[in-house]
């Protein structure tokens, strides 16, 4: 296959850095690596925050301005403009302007741009350079009024999924995209999520480990509800949290379910570590025998499914979005909205040494499929398609 130009225009509220970026970034940095590895060249448009950004690709810094770096008149005019216009982020008319002008100092010009989980950004990145396709990669479900969607299915020639309920709740919604729409499952990074030595033998306590936003859809509070009723009954359990409410710039306590949480941490005597910097949750993650991901939400195609399968963890997972797409059989399922049921999953792993050994082969067995690898092989494909269709 011929080499292809690829440009990821990073999300504004998203750092490419292992030290404040979030999932869509860490999917960018992942498959950059094997596109050019694969021969490929891979440019990123990231907002720059001052933080390391990742070393891989060629990376184009932009500017975004914050609250305070503006005036009032400044700040009313973002205001107005995105409650006019209907967009999502603070301040995406800066942002807009910023991308817009890297993309058109671009050399080469790129053969294909990659938005994320942006709706709108086809329309400028059109303006700038009109003969480049354009793929919206959507890792949520994405609200738009009717209206804007022809603007938006004028400029982009394809849309692809982080799972099939994405893939189906996008075209459901807006079934213009339905003709040009697919799935593609994000990936497990193998070279660094694999299973500690001991694998797949367990030393009591079991080990739970809740790594993520602790938010309340995410259910962090399950778990620490479900760890404190496993104490009670005297049946020895250690419960570690690591994650904030969100990625980066953020006062946890200002947040009622965090203060919440906290309080059902402390009944749960959990370890909370906080915020966890990126190249340490593979380490983490090896050190814990169970994952919760408890997710209340429709959760779209979560990275820490894929990677604590990987490190030989069992996930303990609701049947919510495309949580059951990645993680098949090799997930213990519980019912967020039946607590006792967390409590019952837990209960039955700590009692049943066989059953915690077999779904750890199993979630192994199920990450092996779903590799960066894998996902890259079939990226390159809808990336020479789209590229082709659009010459």
């Not at 914050?66 to 400044?74: G, Y």
């Not at 209340?296 to 195609?301: G, T």
Request: hydrophobic letters at 40%; glycine letters at 6%; proline letters at 7%.
């Amino acid at each position: 296959m011929a080499s292809l130009n690829i440009c990821e225009l990073n999300l504004p509220i998203e750092y490419y850095s292992p030290i404040s970026g979030g999932a869509v970034s860490t999917v960018i940095m992942q498959r950059a690596k094997h596109l050019i590895a694969m021969g490929h060249q891979v440019s990123i448009v990231a907002v720059d925050n001052g933080d390391p950004m990742y070393d891989v690709g060629r990376v184009i810094p932009i500017t975004m301005p914050r609250r305070d770096s503006l005036n009032k008149v400044q700040r009313a005019l973002a205001h107005f403009q995105n409650r006019f216009n209907h967009w999502e982020w603070p301040y995406y008319g800066h942002y807009i302007r910023n991308f817009s002008q890297a993309l058109s100092n671009l050399k080469p010009v790129p053969d294909v741009i990659i938005t994320h989980n942006d709706m709108i950004a086809s329309r400028f990145v059109k303006k700038v350079l009109p003969n480049t396709p354009v793929i919206s990669w959507l890792h949520n479900e994405q609200y738009r009024p009717q209206s804007d969607m022809k603007a938006t299915l004028a400029t982009t020639d394809h849309f692809v999924a982080v799972s099939e309920y994405i893939k189906n709740w996008t075209s459901s919604q807006y079934p213009g995209v339905t003709s040009k729409i697919e799935a593609l499952h994000n990936g497990a990074d193998l070279d660094s999520f694999f299973p500690p030595q001991h694998f797949p033998a367990s030393t009591a306590p079991l080990k739970v480990l809740f790594v993520g936003r602790t938010c309340a859809h995410k259910g962090p509070d399950l778990a620490a509800d479900a760890v404190w009723q496993l104490k009670q009954e005297n049946i020895p359990v250690l419960f570690t949290v690591a994650g904030s409410t969100w990625w980066h710039g953020v006062d946890d306590m200002q947040e009622p379910y965090f203060r919440e949480l906290k309080g059902k941490m402390e009944r749960a005597q959990a370890n909370y570590r906080g915020q966890v910097p990126r190249p340490q949750i593979p380490d983490l993650m090896r050190e814990n025998d169970v994952v919760c991901i408890i997710s209340r939400f429709n959760d779209p195609c979560p990275l820490v499914a894929l990677e604590a399968m990987a490190a030989g963890c069992v996930v303990l997972a609701s049947r919510r979005g495309g949580l059951p797409e990645i993680c098949g059989d090799a997930a213990l399922y519980v019912d967020p909205d039946d607590p006792q049921t967390v409590t019952a999953a837990l209960r039955q792993l700590t009692s049943d040494p066989e059953t915690l050994k077999n779904y750890k082969i199993k979630a192994t067995k199920q990450a092996a499929g779903l590799s960066w690898h894998r996902h890259a092989l079939a990226l390159e494909k809808i990336l020479q398609a789209v590229h082709s269709n659009g010459s």
